[in-house]
């Protein structure tokens, strides 16, 4: 998307533009720049990047999210996260249900342009407010920075901890200082997990085997209400709460499962296309840019901005409980004789 927008008339108006913090035209393209592999190319360096360099950002929000620039996004609304019910009562197709947000905390840049002392600031602040959560929500907080190589690797193994040295988010300059500043959060259960300053300042995260969408929505829900009584987080009236990525505004909400889809899985590309119909995006079993292990997809919803919160849940719902049809109608032909 940075090759196809990034135009040269485009290029001359952004190239001297800067942001308050100081952040540049090259700080929002280095990733694309880097990796032509890229699905977007572009980061905001700060939640002003949006709006300085919006020439560029505006198009490609628009063909993401399909929010033009006129557009505004609704008010945060959770909706009734009971509505949603269990995807797979059984337990045949879902192996387990994830679902995140992001948020970023006000009056701090982004990645490129945080500095060290900004990145300590925000894991003390985090970690502070993480820890004085009670009953359900009640965990620690546990700081990258010396924790031993083995226990991160569990952690990534088990799909808790994000992985280290992305090459998208290393073009971006987002991976400097690291591992300080750097940490996830987790309650005894580990249902519910915080990365704090990895790509965004946080992520929020409510998961747990199984298909019931209904309590792993509501615990995120009640856990992020909880924590912005106490942080103030960065919100822009036209594209909701803001961060680093474009993909993820709006909302900031992906909801995935963990499935098992073998008779769709044969045809990737029919399947793939079935998803895009649906609104829902394909990754692999470890996550973004990784590839399906044992026929296992992760498949969340498309969509973050220009709809609601619960509007987004609904729509993966939704798909979800399609794309399951269509695996039983095919299981359906097979056994017929
Ligand atoms: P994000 O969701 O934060 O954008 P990734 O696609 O990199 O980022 O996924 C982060 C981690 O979450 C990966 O380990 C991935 O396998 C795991 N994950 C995503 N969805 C599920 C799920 N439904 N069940 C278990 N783990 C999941
Ligand atoms: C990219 O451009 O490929 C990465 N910076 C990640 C983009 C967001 N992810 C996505 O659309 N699946």
């Known amino acids: 998307m940075l090759k196809k927008y990034l135009t040269r008339e485009v290029f001359e108006l952004l190239k001297e533009r800067k942001t308050s ?4 035209l090259l700080d929002v393209i280095r990733s694309g720049l880097c990796n032509p ?19 560029l950002f505006n198009p490609v929000i628009e063909e993401y999210h399909g929010f033009e620039s006129s557009s ?9 996260p009971e509505e949603l019910g269990n995807l797979d009562p059984d337990g045949a197709y879902i192996i387990s249900t994830r679902v995140r947000c ?32 009670t009953d359900d929500l009640k965990g620690q907080y546990y700081p990258l920075l010396g924790m031993s190589r ?8 088990d799909h808790f901890l994000f992985k280290e040295g992305d090459r998208f988010l290393e ?13 996830i959060f987790f309650n005894d259960t580990k249902t519910f997990l915080v990365w704090c300053n990895e790509e965004d300042h946080l992520r929020l995260i409510s998961m747990e085997e199984g298909g019931d969408l209904a309590t792993i929505y509501g615990r995120l829900v009640d856990a992020v209400s909880r924590i912005e009584r106490e942080i103030s987080f960065s919100r ?19 909801a995935s499962v963990h499935i098992k889809l073998p008779r769709l899985g044969r045809d990737f590309e029919a399947f793939q296309e079935m998803a895009r119909k649906f609104y829902l995006q394909v990754r692999g079993t470890r996550g973004e840019h990784t590839e399906s292990e044992d026929g296992v997809y ?40």
């Open 171 to 183: 073009a971006a300059n987002s991976n400097r200082f690291w591992p300080k500043g750097r940490g």
């Open 236 to 254: 822009n009236s036209r594209l909701g709460y803001l961060t680093f990525c474009p993909t993820n505004l709006g909302t900031t909400i992906r």
């Open 150 to 157: 083995e226990t991160q690797d569990q952690l990534i193994e």
């Open 298 to 337: 992760d498949i969340s919803n498309q969509r973050r901005l220009g709809l609601t919160e619960f509007q987004a849940l609904s729509e993966m719902r939704d798909g979800i409980l399609q794309l399951i049809e269509q695996e039983k109608a095919l299981e359906g032909t097979e056994q017929s004789p």
């Open 72 to 80: 505004s996004q609704p008010e945060t609304n959770w909706g009734n």
């Open 37 to 55: 592999d890229s699905h977007i190319g572009i980061y905001a360096a700060d939640p002003e990047a949006y709006v300085v360099f919006k020439e």
């Open 21 to 24: 913090y100081g952040s540049t």
């Open 102 to 133: 992001a948020r970023s905390i006000e009056g701090y840049p982004f990645n490129p342009t945080m500095n060290e002392t900004h990145y300590l600031d925000l894991e003390k602040k985090v970690s502070g407010v993480l820890e004085s959560l």
